[in-house]
C-alpha cells in the first residue's frame, strides 16, 4: 500500500527531476497536498482518495480560504493524483474534473513614476544597505522582475556591455530583458562601490545582493525592505514588491508598447496575463479617446 511518505519523496523527485520546478514551487505543492492528507489525519491514503474526498476537502477549504487558494490546491491535486496515474500506482484521477473557482479579478496596486522617486528620496543613503536597498527599488522597476527572480539574480545573468539582462523565471524558463541606460548605471554604481567590498559565503558569491550574513536575501526580507521604505515615504498605497512589476508593465502600455512586448519581458505563458494591464492604463485610454475620437476633433 503506498503511503504519503513514499508518494511525496517519488513526487517531490518527479518534480525536480523532470519537470525542472524550483525548491520553493516544488514547497508549494507538497504543502497543498500535506493539507488534504490532513483534513482527513493522514488516514485516507493516496491510492483511495476519491472525488467525494477531494470535493468534501475543496468544500470546507472555501469556507476559510480565497479563490486563489483554493485554484492553487486544485491545481496541486490534479498534478499530484494525474502522476500517479503516469506512474500506473493508480487507473483515475479523482481530481480530473473539478472546477477552480472564478477568480476576481483584482486590480493590482500601481506606482507612478513620481511615488517611486518620492520613496527612493526617502532613503537617507548612510550605510551600505541603503545603497543595495535603493538598487533594488531601481532593478524591480527597471526589469519588471518578481521577487524571487531578485533574490537569485547573479553576476553571471548580467551583460552590460549588450545591454540586457538574462532572467530564469517561472518553470526555469529563460527570458532577456533589455536594461535600460538608468538602471544599467545604478546597478553598476551599486555593484563597484558596494556590493565589491561585501564578503559573501561560497554559495552566494554570484548573487547581486546579500543580506547583512553575506547570503542571499530571502521573499520575506524584501518584502518587509519595501514596507519600510513606503511607510518612510508616506505613501498611502499599499505597496510590496511586486508593485513595481505592475508599475513598470502599465508604464510601458502608457507610453506606447506592444502588448506582446510586455508579455515577453514580463515572462508571462499567456497574453491573457498581460492584458490586465490594459485595464491598468487608464491614462493612456484617455488619451487616446481625447486625441482621436471625431468628436473631440476641433472642425474648422
Known amino acids: 500500500m503506498l503511503g504519503w511518505e513514499m508518494a511525496f519523496e517519488s513526487y517531490t523527485q518527479y518534480l525536480q527531476l523532470e ?4 525548491s520553493a514551487t516544488v514547497e508549494n505543492y507538497l504543502r497543498d497536498l500535506k493539507k488534504f492528507a490532513d483534513f482527513y489525519n493522514w488516514e485516507i491514503l493516496p491510492l483511495d482518495a476519491t472525488k467525494f474526498h477531494l470535493e468534501e476537502f475543496i468544500y470546507n477549504l472555501a469556507k476559510i480560504c480565497a479563490k486563489t487558494t483554493q485554484s492553487r490546491q486544485i491545481s496541486s491535486l490534479k498534478s499530484f493524483f494525474g502522476f500517479l496515474v503516469v506512474e500506473n500506482k493508480r487507473p483515475d484521477n479523482p481530481a480530473e474534473f473539478l472546477e477552480s473557482p472564478k477568480q476576481d479579478r483584482l486590480l493590482p496596486e500601481v506606482m507612478s513614476v513620481q511615488e517611486i522617486d518620492q520613496l527612493l528620496e526617502s532613503i537617507n543613503f548612510k550605510s551600505e544597505l541603503d545603497y543595495r536597498n535603493a538598487c533594488i527599488v531601481e532593478v524591480l522597476y527597471g526589469l519588471g522582475l518578481r521577487v524571487s527572480e531578485l533574490i537569485e539574480l547573479k553576476f553571471s545573468q548580467l551583460y552590460f556591455q549588450e545591454d540586457f539582462v538574462s532572467i530564469i523565471g517561472k518553470g526555469n524558463k529563460q527570458r532577456l530583458v533589455p536594461l535600460g541606460a538608468h538602471t544599467k548605471t545604478v546597478l553598476q554604481d551599486y555593484l563597484q562601490s558596494y556590493r565589491i567590498n561585501q564578503k559573501a559565503k561560497p554559495s552566494f558569491s554570484d ?4 543580506n547583512r550574513r553575506g547570503a542571499s536575501l530571502t521573499r520575506v526580507m524584501v518584502f518587509t525592505i519595501i514596507k519600510n521604505l513606503a511607510q518612510s515615504a508616506n505613501l498611502k498605497k499599499s505597496i510590496s514588491p511586486h508593485s513595481f512589476r505592475h508599475s513598470y508593465a502599465t508604464h510601458l502600455l502608457e507610453n506606447g508598447a506592444n502588448l506582446r512586448a510586455i508579455q515577453q519581458m514580463l515572462g508571462h505563458q499567456s497574453i491573457t496575463t498581460t ?11 484617455k488619451k487616446a479617446i481625447l486625441e482621436f475620437h471625431p468628436r473631440n476633433r476641433k472642425s474648422f
Do not use: C
Not at 207 to 210: P, T, V, Y
Not at 275 to 285: F, G, K, R
Open 207 to 210: 548573487h547581486i545582493f546579500l
Open 275 to 285: 492584458e490586465i494591464y490594459t485595464h491598468l492604463s487608464t491614462q493612456h485610454l
Open 19 to 22: 519537470k525542472k520546478l524550483s
